[in-house]
């Protein structure tokens, strides 16, 4: 497997008022295919915004980002939001579904930016709700489900347009052990058995477990080199 | 189609205020329906093509100024004019004040001129040869509940009988009907026989209110016009003489400027429309922002999220104009058939549905506009960390 991600002396500077905060200082990385990532760190330390411009949420300031070869720091917004839609899967901390669609229109709506008819967008939805173990609950609204059903229908909305990146911005932060535990086994069992490639922020050593290596993150700097791929 | 769904979830994230905006947009409609019918109903009494080979010719002092009949004979010997009549306003009231229609002694050839009025040949002959004939048009007919053979009794505003007495009482002979369902609003009208008025008003005799004359060739009008304002040309009767459809546009803004007024309203209600609706969708708009963010993030370009905010809006006010406009139309339907043509309403129809619905979607885009590009601008992770 080749590389996926290739960081190259990525720095992200946010203005704040007159002062300008370096959040990212020249950072090299590369990410597999296939791989699994823990970003951990302090709070303040950047993984979230690393995690944002690995997922074209935000460009940098300065330094390049390649996704399976693509310079998506080049792109502009209509053509990174077309990039987004068809190559990454987002999972947030707080689910981040929309409260007035069904479990089964939330997992819908990556398709509706598709030329999937009505009928297709369906079975696709219903397929990867099946994925999380949520089919009977695919009519369910958001506030009928309890925190990590939630969290299972975001990401069977990231897996729906089949996405070769998953990135996850502390996607146990909101949920109970269980839940927990249940969240990481489904984002490992989609790396493992669906060879997705996920990056995920997280505060909770135990889910920095499931990862196939750690990377640490402090005050802007990648502090612990990237552990080889497992063979 | 596809994104239907999306626009009414966001409508209905909060019903109560949803309801409360589609019920105030679903009130300014109705109100739109209604006024906008009455101002057709005014055009169509002015712009009757069944007039346009008629003329009518008044003092050109005031239409209030009687003209001696003495000019009726030398109206009749002008070049193209085919036939003459003659009117005088009335004013007669029917038991209470509020029964107020147009009334008017008319001569009996009156009713020759106006073939778009459908009037029995029995009936017809019955108004020339009753002194105190009356005939009416059927919608006033149905509002009184009249029917021929009623004497009816009408109070004068203006003209006492030579006696003192101010009831005059007419005999309904005949009932006309317009051919035309849409000058349905012509028929409340009440006409009696101008032989029995000039002999028993107690003042003006022999005068007369206007004439209406027939012309034989409609592209002459101005010709004929100019001919019949000649006759009288620096006496102290001179005339105006012009087509029924400026005399009566005329005679409609005496009343007031319809337009105007039903402009001036429908501005100030919709003006309001305007700052409520608007104020709903930036709050609905403002709530949304992190859910905005996500559709962001999951690959909506920020023109698709600009397009589904001003689609959002201009839904609400279409369903909102549209409900609207179906109550004006069933009130219309529904004063028509109680009051008859006293109140001049035109049905709702087809053109007035059209510049509904346009008005809905300009206000719809206006104000959706503002929400909309706050939504179009938001970024991302500003929104989604909650700055």
Request: proline share 4%.
């Amino acid at each position: 497997m080749g590389t996926l991600v290739e960081i190259r002396n990525l720095s992200k500077t946010y203005e704040r008022g007159k002062q300008k905060v370096e959040v990212l200082h020249h950072i090299d990385l590369d990410i597999e295919e296939g791989d699994f990532v823990a970003l951990m760190g302090p709070s303040g330390s950047g993984k979230t915004t690393l995690l944002n411009l690995i997922g074209g949420l935000d460009s940098p300031t300065d330094g390049s980002i390649a996704v399976a070869g693509e310079r998506i720091e080049t792109l502009g917004e209509d053509a990174l939001a077309k990039w987004r839609a068809s190559n990454v899967g987002f999972v947030f901390q707080f689910y981040n579904l929309l409260p007035m669609l069904s479990a089964r229109k939330n997992v819908e709506l990556p398709l509706l930016l598709t030329k999937l008819s009505a009928a297709e967008r369906r079975r696709k939805a219903s397929v990867a709700l099946e994925l999380v173990g949520l089919s009977d609950r695919a009519a369910h609204k958001p506030s009928e489900l309890s925190g990590g059903q939630q969290q299972r229908v975001a990401i069977a909305r990231a897996i729906v347009s089949d996405p070769t990146l998953l990135v996850c911005d502390e996607p146990t932060g909101d949920l109970d052990r269980q839940s927990a535990v249940d969240v990481l086994t489904l984002m490992q069992g989609l790396n493992r058995e669906y060879g997705k490639t996920l990056v995920m922020v997280t505060h909770d050593p135990k889910a920095a477990e499931y990862a196939h290596h750690t990377l640490h993150l402090d005050k802007g700097t990648l502090v612990t080199e990237p552990e080889p791929a497992p063979a | 189609m596809k994104y239907l769904h999306l626009i009414w979830a966001a409508l209905m994230r909060r019903k109560a205020r949803t309801l409360f905006t589609l019920f105030s947009v679903l009130a300014a409609f109705l109100l739109f329906g209604l006024l906008d019918s009455v101002r057709s109903a005014f055009n169509t009494a002015s712009s009757n093509v069944a007039g346009v080979d008629r003329l009518i010719s008044v003092s050109k002092v005031s239409f209030a100024l009687s003209l001696p009949k003495s000019l009726y004979a030398r109206i009749q010997a002008v070049p193209g004019v085919t036939q003459v009549s003659y009117a005088n306003w009335f004013g007669g009231i029917y038991q209470d004040q509020r029964n107020f229609f147009p009334s008017e002694a008319v001569a009996d050839n009156f009713l020759d001129l106006y073939p778009e009025w459908e009037l029995p040949e029995a009936q017809r002959q019955a108004f020339r040869h009753t002194r105190t004939g009356a005939v009416v048009g059927q919608s006033l007919a149905e509002r009184f509940g009249w029917k021929i053979g009623d004497k009816i009794p009408l109070q004068a505003t203006i003209f006492p009988q030579k006696g003192g007495s101010n009831t005059w009482t007419f005999d309904l002979v005949g009932i006309f009907r317009a051919k035309n369902p849409e000058q349905r609003g012509n028929e409340n009208i009440f006409f009696f026989n101008w032989d029995y008025f000039d002999e028993a008003r107690q003042f003006g005799n022999g005068n007369i209110g206007w004439y209406a004359e027939r012309i034989a060739d409609r592209t002459q009008t101005d010709k004929v016009a100019q001919a019949i304002d000649a006759l009288s040309t620096e006496s102290d009767h001179e005339t105006k003489t012009q087509t029924e459809q400026s005399f009566t546009a005329a005679l409609v803004s005496q009343f007031a400027d319809i337009g105007l007024i039903v402009g001036a309203i429908m501005a100030a209600v919709f003006f309001t429309l305007i700052l409520l609706t608007g104020n709903t969708m930036a709050q609905a708009v403002r709530e949304r922002i992190p859910e905005l963010a996500v559709m962001k993030t999951l690959g909506f370009t920020s023109k698709s999220v600009l397009g589904l905010l001003l689609a959002e809006s201009v839904v609400l006010l279409a369903i909102g104009a549209a409900v609207g406009l179906v109550l004006a139309g069933g009130t219309v339907i529904g004063v028509r058939a109680k009051l008859g043509a006293a109140i001049p309403l035109s049905p709702v129809g087809g053109a007035i549905w059209l510049r509904g619905l346009a008005l809905a979607a300009v206000i719809g885009l206006i104000v959706g506009v503002l929400p909309a590009v706050r939504g179009m601008r938001l970024r991302i992770v500003d929104a989604l960390s909650g700055r």
